[in-house]
């Protein structure tokens, strides 16, 4: 009986351990598949197969900034869900029915000699020909579907003076997508749709995406901010010190027209845009701020992004 006992607490140690062994594997061979396609540092902080279902869940991937840049993160995504046909492995092929990508952030990066992260990843800057050799020499791949939750895009450029302006564009978008035939293509699509989506124009990575051929699924998709001048956040922390940090993200950000500490109020001019940044007490400890922008008299949503940006970094 003891021997029996033995034997199964055995057995399920070793299965756990090969587990373990299978997943951290996977988690890495993820991890330098991506940056062999980008270029660019990559992390997969957890991963989870389960064979029954035929499927895979990754959680917190983190692309970074390529050399040249600052150590940001470029992309964060924090959740991938995929249903696989294992069987497909056995022609030397890999076969997605479904990969489901929620896409937190987006950064780019313009360096101070002009440069964009974006534009400098291996997928954006590789030659076709080039692109199309390395991919006859790899495994076949085939994904039907693909659905991006994207967040927000935060633009930093250096090239402007000592402080980088600050741009947030918050997205809050789904689109899906379908025939992706190469992890290049999958690369391309995950870092150009959010940037198209903010609206951002001219870069060389959307050359890369327009090559991939897929075709986007009809959804019904709408920005948070279209039609708004303002971002609203609310922090934990006093009014005092949420006036201070503010006034601090301001003069770094641009230059102050106006300050009334005991009404809560700013006025500064950001990147050519009228800002307005106001508090509003919620208690003791909690205050609301409400951060509007204007140019010309239309609204720059992210400007005012950009500017709580830099004020909820200094209050975390």
Do not use: W
Request: with cysteine.
């Amino acid at each position: 009986m003891r021997k029996k006992v033995q034997v199964i607490i055995l057995a399920v140690i070793f299965l756990f351990g090969f587990c373990l062994a299978r997943d951290f594997l996977i988690k890495s061979l993820v991890g330098s598949v991506a940056t062999g396609i980008t270029g660019a540092p990559t992390s997969v902080g957890g991963l989870s197969l389960s064979i029954i279902s035929q499927s895979v869940k990754i959680s917190n991937f983190k692309m970074y900034n390529p050399k040249g840049f600052p150590k940001d993160i470029l992309v964060n995504i924090p959740r991938m869900s995929i249903a696989c046909n294992f069987g497909a492995f056995i022609t030397g092929k890999i076969h997605l029915k479904y990969l489901e990508l929620e896409i937190k952030d987006i950064g780019m990066v313009k360096n101070k000699e002009g440069k964009l992260n974006v534009d400098s990843l291996k997928v954006a800057t590789e030659k076709s020909g080039e692109r199309k050799k390395k991919s006859a020499n790899k495994l076949s791949m085939q994904i039907d579907i693909v659905s991006l939750s994207m967040g927000r895009v935060v633009s930093r450029d250096y090239s402007v003076g000592s402080q980088p302006v600050v741009k947030v564009y918050d997205i809050n978008l789904k689109k899906t997508y379908r025939n992706i035939s190469s992890a290049q293509q999958l690369a391309a699509l995950i870092i150009s749709e959010p940037l198209k989506a903010a609206g951002i124009q001219g870069l060389s990575v959307y050359g890369v995406s327009m090559l991939t051929g897929v075709a986007a699924l009809p959804v019904v998709a709408a920005f948070t901010f279209a039609g708004k001048d303002y971002a609203q956040e609310a922090f934990n922390v006093t009014m005092e010190k949420a006036y201070d940090a503010g006034l601090q993200a301001i003069k770094i950000a641009g230059k102050v027209t106006k300050e009334n500490k005991l009404s809560g109020v700013i006025s500064a001019e950001v990147s050519g845009a009228r800002v307005v940044f106001k508090l509003k007490k919620l208690s003791e400890k909690s205050t609301q701020v409400t951060i509007s922008a204007r140019k010309f008299g239309f609204p720059q949503p992210e400007i005012a992004l950009g500017v709580m940006y830099r004020l909820s970094r200094k209050l975390k």
